[in-house]
């Protein structure tokens, strides 16, 4: 299996996690997230399968709708409790997510063609900002058990 089967590959298995994921949470906003994270691997799978069939592709930029998604999920904290692997499954993803990342970043520095040196970067980012959102999953969790705050005077992070 080349480099760019194995991309295509790990990209399709993250979608079939992020999947799972989306099935086995009560939480509609959460289950927002797994899906379009999903949905994001399923379009990376695709810009690669159109690169290795040397077709047409797209580079969209998709973080803006997730972190919009973060809004959407008032009730995470008092939902959270009720998974407790949680943190397991988030260290999970983000094990996923820097595989592809890594594995992208070796492909960048064999590209020598300024396609391929887009499209990494491209993936590179996206990877980045997947683990960006599953590291803001896990500190609504970490926050969720470690203290507790009134909603009308509490300081909130901005994502």
Do not use: C
Not at 51 to 73: G, M, P, Q, R, W
Not at 138 to 147: A, G, I, K, Y
């Amino acid at each position: 299996m080349n480099s760019l089967e194995l991309a295509i590959q790990l990209e399709m298995d993250s979608k079939r996690f992020y999947l799972e994921q989306a099935e086995k949470t009560e939480d509609r906003g959460l289950r927002a997230i797994f899906i379009t994270l999903a949905e994001e691997e399923s379009i990376h799978a695709r810009i690669l399968k159109n690169k290795a069939d040397n077709l047409s592709y797209e580079l969209v930029d998709t973080y803006a709708e997730i972190k919009n998604l973060f809004s959407k999920i008032g009730s995470y904290k008092s939902e959270i409790k009720k998974m407790p692997d949680a943190l397991d499954v988030y260290n999970l993803s983000l094990e996923i997510e820097k595989k592809s990342k890594d594995l992208y970043e070796e492909m960048l520095r064999e590209a020598t063609d300024e396609k391929d040196i887009k499209i990494f970067k491209y993936l590179i980012q996206q990877e980045e900002d997947h683990y960006r959102v599953i590291e803001q999953l896990m500190e609504m969790v970490r926050r969720s058990e470690e203290w507790v705050e009134s909603a009308e005077f509490g300081l909130r992070k901005e994502y």
